[in-house]
């Protein structure tokens, strides 16, 4: 299993000044590895057609609605998997983790990988890798604590990759900021491009919700850790 995971929006609470009202971490999974290199290939081939170079990279933010439309169109019958948190800042309680951009971060990409019912499990996860050698190191450190234990292997492997250099990479970029545009209620597009996409959907926790009212309704699961209690610093 490979798991490619980016996030959209920013971990940071000044909303007042700017930053996201939402924190988005998307994780585009693999069951096949050969289906992976499959959908790279896609990707490179789409890079051709649109005649960038091989070093264009796909970033939702920086792509036309065209490219957008077209990337989205490639990828939508290949084989993988959409699960994906969103942080909705007004949800979030812990000093910590409206504190520290690091720990809410870490946190977020912790709490998408645990609580999957077991559709992640044993996977080479692969990590956007921007921040220094130290955060990198620290969030290794922080997710196979939290992840890893005698009776369930969340994570086989972690790596971060240049995401200029990584296509699948820049996908889970490009679902990411799908999901985050639906977020955004003035923007006239902000369902287009998830319709594209939206049946590799698995599922999308907003997290701290009722999601009666939320594009992306995901069931409550009977028995699971209570949803959104992010007051808990002793979860970090």
Known sequence: MLVFIDDSGDPGFKTEKGSSLVF???CIIFDDELEAEKTAIKINELKRRLKKSDNFEFKFNKCSKKIRTEFLKVVANSK???RAIVMPKANIYGAELKNSKESF???SIKTVLKYSFGKIKDAKIRLDGHGNRIFRNKLI???RKHLNKQNRKIIQDLR???SKKDVLIQLSDMVAGT???NYQATKTDRTLYWNIIKK??????VFGNNTKNDPFPSPVVPGTPP???SSENGSL
């Open 24 to 26: 988005i971490i998307c």
């Open 80 to 82: 993988f998997r959409i």
């Open 105 to 107: 971060y870490n946190f």
């Open 141 to 143: 450190v922080y997710l």
């Open 160 to 162: 971060f990759k240049n």
């Open 179 to 181: 999901i985050g545009r």
């Open 200 to 205: 590799r959907k698995e599922d999308i926790w």
């Open 227 to 229: 949803y959104g209690d």
